[in-house]
């Protein structure tokens, strides 16, 4: 089964051609990495962050002002903004820890919109107006490409692989028990040995690490950002729900849940037209309250059942 | 030397003092019983030593080193583990992943703790339900698995709070001889219960607090003929059994 | 004391009427966050559950408020009672439906449940109505008193006493009736309670019946000075969770209070620093106080 996905993404470009199908899947990928990402502190930590998209805008923006101030490789940019995003995380993470549950999901909402309205107001990071990268010759070095889609398609499947595999590391090892332990009950945690603020600080950072990666990604994709386009409330929303509609603390939910997340968008975009916007968050709303009701395991969890 | 050395520790909520200067010295291999009433202030003491709480005053050692101020997780590293008086399991992973859990504080190793996990369950009696989801267990159940997980640990000493608590007459049986084991791999172990007719028996002392003072420590025997612990429990009429340990 | 040049031409311009009417503009929105504040506050005191859709609730009433006036010209006014019951039987229909099944699951799934209502009914808004800014043009409650060099707006005024009795109200009906005490018994222990017959779905449907007629009633008395349109829902809901863990979750007075409090560091906050960062002080703010004190300034946990 997992082989044939692997043979399938790999000779996608391949077997359609067209743009748009790859910009579909680079999309796919886009949001089941930031799922996954999320995934770890929130899903399998259990600590509901609903600001992450801090740690995109950071990787975004760090990588483009890198680029746009100093020349700086857009790869080099990439591992500076994650590295950036992660030690922001240590920050953030150390004072936000020890709140619980509501509390400290407002704390990220809260730290979520002072970093929009903040980029919003600097006007050296580009104000509200935001940033337009440089285009450069379409180069694997510059990380740009514009005749073609397909090198994008398969930077963003490495890029996703990568954080799949490194997820599938950790919950088979100590790193995975210690987080669902610490979902599972704090003192009893910390009773068996484990370090709870130490260990969630690990699991934000490395998060953030790679929700900053697909910051990067991104700004080398669409070549602007701007804080409406990578900061807003509503990307966290989005990130959360799909990990959530795939289902939590597992490997393979935040694929599936970006899956049907992306079609879905792009069908109400497609064939219900200009209020389709309000119609395609409308159904969101209502697959959210489905899924919280009905199956809080996500798709994985009904999956499961058929087994 | 004392294996646990608590030293005057007074411990204070508001203006509730839940522990009054207790002392106790627990030496290596002994099955040491703290009873009282409720509220006397036995729960409060383990969170003491365990670091849960920081006392407002007084020491706790273990194996020579002060651990007063350590937080729960060096406790746990230095060799004391306990359970919790409402179980507290992990409901979403199985039982072998609970037992796992514990082990990774003395190796980060997965296939190592995977086979000690193995074995603990063997000698707990739990190996049959190792795939069974920690909040699909009975009560029994979960406290063995409360206790099996914190063997994984490797504990010199092993607090328990109220194991036998809602157990069944034969599931207190297996509890006990579970504690037995325990007592037969040299754990030393310090017992909070309520169930006198399992705790004056194989205990070697009994500790007993009332509205956070010690007001008696001695052999079963003496302590259930004290007139102060008679009158704390108030009409609890029991009078020890002798029995080998 | 040396300030940064953006702070040093502002204080030039304070007078002391400039900053009485900012005091008063930020208590009388104040009250109006408050009010909405302990509605949330009820709910969550209740089944320790956070209405994610209570801004979006307030949204509808506000809407209300203005189709009755636009369509039959019923003022706002009015339309209090409506809105009041409207928004009782909303919360009633949503614990029922939706909330009573999810009591018992995980934090994730009752945080997105409420979440996602409140993203739907934003979106519906938006498809029904659009999302351009509506307003009503001539309340019964409209002009400014002027006390000297300062200005009330009468609607604010009026809207903040009826803040501040709808919350005197609510205090009283908590803590002086027999639907009051079992509400609170049934957030103590829902066991106990329920061994007392009080039968708790009825009690929580309740809960979420007042708590959403507060914002009910909050939305009709806005909507007389404030813009109308789907995205009021989200500052004003998530002013309102702000101002609950602030007040510390689980108080009702905590909550009103940490209501005002954010209305005045809101305006004093658009003074002092820019209107831009107005809600910016207010996140900040939320920040330092948990950060310092994690269970909010009168929080039980």
Redesign the interface.
Known sequence: MFAATAVFLLLFPAIFTLPFPQHIMIMIFLYATLAQSWNLI?GYA?Q?S?GHAVYFGAGAYTSSLLLMKWGLSPWLGMLAGAGLAAGLSLIIGY?CF??????F???T???G??AQ??M??WKGGGGAVGLYLPILDESFTNFEFHSTKVPYYYIALGITAIVFLVTYLIE???LG??F??I???L??????????PKYKSIALAISAFFTAVAGTFYAQYILFIDPESVLP?MLS?LI??VA?LGG?ASVWGPFLGSVVLVSLSEYTRTYLGG?G???D??I???????????Q?EGLMGMLKKFR | MALLQVNDLTKRFGGLVACDRVSVEIQEGEIIGLIGPNGAGKTTLFNCIAGFYPPNAGRVTFAGQDITSLPPDRVCQLGIARTFQVVKIFKDMTVLENLMVGGFVRSLNTRKVHQEAMETLNFTGLTEKRDMLGGSLTIADKKRLEIARSLMTKPRLLMLDEAMAGLTQKETQDALELIHKLHEQKITLFLVEHVMEVIMPISHRVVVLEYGKKIAEDVPEKVSNNEEVIKAYLGDKYHASRRAH | MILPPVLQKRTSMFTSEIILQTLISGLLMGCLYALVAVGLCLIWGLMEIVNFAHGQFMMLSMFLAFWMYTLFGLDPLLSLPLGAVLLFLLGIATYFFIIKGILYTTFLAQIFATFGLGIFLHSMAQFLWTANYRSIQNPLLAGRIAAGQIFVGFPQLAAAIMSVIGFVFLYWFINKTEIGLALQAASEDREAASLMGINSNRIFAIGWGIGSACVGVAGVLLANFFYIFPEVGFTFGLIAYVAVALGGFGSIPGSFIAGVVIGLVEAFGGLLIDPAFKYLSVYVLYLAVVFIRPQGLWGRY
């Open positions: 929130g259990g509901v609903l004072p020890r709140l619980a549950g509501h509390y999901a407002i704390a909402i809260a730290i919109e002072i309205i903040s919003v107001n088979k090892s100590w028990f210690y669902r332990a979902k599972g009950d003192d009893a945690s910390r009773a068996l040995g484990i370090n709870v409330l929303i959360c729900l959530i939590v209020g916007k309000a119609i968050l409308m969101y709303g209502g697959l959210i309250v489905l899924i919280a009701r009905f809080p």
